[in-house]
């Protein structure tokens, strides 16, 4: 074998040394590319790992709450479902039996609501009346007394009780008038004082004339002028039957029955 100089042999060395280290830069890229590969690789896997995750977060939150808004359909349903034949007849019946307003009083409720105002109560028109004016309904005896605070002995009725007026004897058919002006408020038969009238004075005075005979000469509404006759003494009240015949008046002023025997006057 022939021996290389020395210099020839350095130069040997050398170029082998520059060829190991060619070959190991080339490695050292081709491991540092691969691993940046395989890492990108792992980035996105888990990437779309964790979108995947998110998305089915998102449709398990949506079918939860359409499972909600089922469940609450089916629940109206059933209640819906539930109600009996019997309430809902007897609703169906309710709104058929509803009142249907004809076109007046449609009308009417239309104004009253577009006015905004209710019609107002007639007030009643004071009179003065000054009860020492009163003339006598008839004339004739006190046979009984004006008694409220004293109960007074009913020959009728067999027991004691109080007298809400007074009785004036008279005979049967005698004329009966009125002591003052007024209006005929009330005209009817009494189950117990019989045929009946009741005069509005005004200013809360009204008079009651009863036992009288059927035959009543005035009418309800009726305005009577003071002196008129309204009637006659007869025998109607059952509870005054054992009496003579008579006329039972009573005086009532606001309400409160008041002796009439203190404004009659006192001659015939």
Known sequence: MVKLPIKFENIKKKISYIKLSKNKSFYIVLIACLTAIIVTAYLSYMGQKADLAEHNMAVENINKSQGKVQENVNEETQQLQEIKPEEQTSKKEAEAEEPVLNDQVSEKLSQLQNTGRQPKPKKEILVSVNLNTMIKPVFGEIIKPFSVDRPVYSETLKHWETHKGIDIKAEYGTPVKAVLSGTVEEVVEDPRLGWKVVLNHGNKVKTLYANLAKEILIKEGEYVKKGTVIGAVGQSALVEVADPP???????????????????????
Do not use: N, R, T
């Not at 008579?246 to 015939?268: R, V």
């Open 246 to 268: 008579h006329l039972h008046f009573e005086l009532i002023k606001a309400g409160k029955h008041i002796d009439p025997a203190h404004y009659l006057p006192q001659s015939e």
